[in-house]
């Protein structure tokens, strides 16, 4: 298993391909949060704005344009099988509707362009979007980030890794040269962004050159893609593997890691931009006073060592997701 300081690298993707040297890298770093800073609310789509400079949407200050609907509904990341996670979050909204006096409904979105676009037609009030999918939802969407897991002391996030299966012949990253990666969906951190630039960058490797590309849309899809042979290999989030072996869906026996990058932020929790404020107030109360103990989230999420809801600032806890995006070109032409 081969690990990398992927960070540093990423800015090496903004220099032209015929002029790499290591002295260039810090440059090219401050050029790149230069860039996100004058930008910060350039990207936030114009039917939001940003008074507070904190790169999320306000809430509205005219009161009659907060919406306080009788049923809220929540959506989890998309998933290969919806159905366990509606299980896995029904005690927490239970809890949900006890704070909020509100019917919580489980929206089992497919994709996460549906979830987007239901977040973006009013139709999604609370929702879990995956880390790469997180700066769409809050430049097109408006959403709110607020939380995201975390274990008992404090610490979180999750690491991008490349596996295939044994006996594929893969056992670098070299080794991809010619063979096929599944990605899962391209608003994806670890399943497009960040290894599409690690390739890139370190390996001057790049998508329908060196190897082929496939699509699964997640996670699971792409994991369980590469354990019945679908795929040569697949860029996977590991948090997503651990559950699944948690659950023996999968086996430890059934894949080969080769490589494995630095720790990214997980799964941002958000709201609707333009909820009542002291609706948003006891959904965020309802988070953050929650026991895990005991329940199917403990169950679920201790497998890849979440315990708590913690406090985040998409400014700062999502800086590095942006300049990753930064470095791939990505661009918010939502209006």
Request: proline residues 5%; glycine residues 6%.
């Amino acid at each position: 298993m081969q690990t990398s300081s992927f960070f540093l690298a990423l800015p090496r993707i903004l220099i032209p391909r015929t002029f790499t040297p290591r002295t260039a890298i810090s440059a090219a770093v401050a050029s790149v949060f230069a860039l996100a800073a004058v930008n910060a609310s350039a990207d936030l789509s114009s039917r939001y704005v940003d008074n507070d400079g904190d790169m999320v949407a306000d809430v509205p200050s005219d009161a009659s344009q907060w919406v306080d609907p009788d049923t809220l509904v929540f959506a989890y990341t998309p998933v290969e099988d919806p159905a366990v996670y509606a299980n896995v979050w029904s005690d927490f909204l239970r809890y949900l509707e006890q704070e909020t006096g509100k019917r919580v409904q489980f929206f089992p979105v497919q994709s996460n362009a549906a979830q987007l676009e239901a977040l973006r037609a009013g139709r999604l009030h609370v929702a879990g979007f995956n880390t790469g999918s997180t700066p769409v939802a809050v430049n097109c969407g408006g959403l709110r980030p607020f939380t995201m897991m975390a274990s008992e002391d404090g610490s979180f996030g999750y690491e991008m890794e490349i596996i295939t299966y044994p006996g594929s012949g893969i056992a670098s990253v070299e080794d991809l040269e010619g063979r096929q990666l599944a990605f899962t969906s391209e608003t994806s951190n670890s399943g497009f962004r960040a290894p599409s630039a690690l390739l890139r960058s370190e390996y001057g490797m790049e998508a329908g050159e060196e190897f082929e590309t496939a699509f699964s849309g997640s996670h699971d899809n792409s994991i369980l893609g590469v354990v019945n042979k679908d795929y040569d290999a697949a860029a996977i989030a590991n948090s997503v593997r651990k559950r699944m072996v948690s659950r023996d869906v999968v086996s430890e026996n059934d894949y080969n890691i080769i490589y494995t990058s630095e720790t990214f932020p997980t799964t941002a929790y958000g709201l609707a931009h333009n909820l009542h404020p002291e609706l948003a107030e006891n959904i965020q109360n309802a988070f953050f006073s929650y026991d895990w103990e005991g329940t199917p989230l403990e169950a679920e999420f201790a497998n890849s060592g979440e315990a708590q809801f913690i406090p985040i600032s998409y400014q700062e806890n999502w800086s590095v997701i942006r300049t990753i995006a930064d470095a791939n070109g990505v661009t918010y032409d939502c209006d």
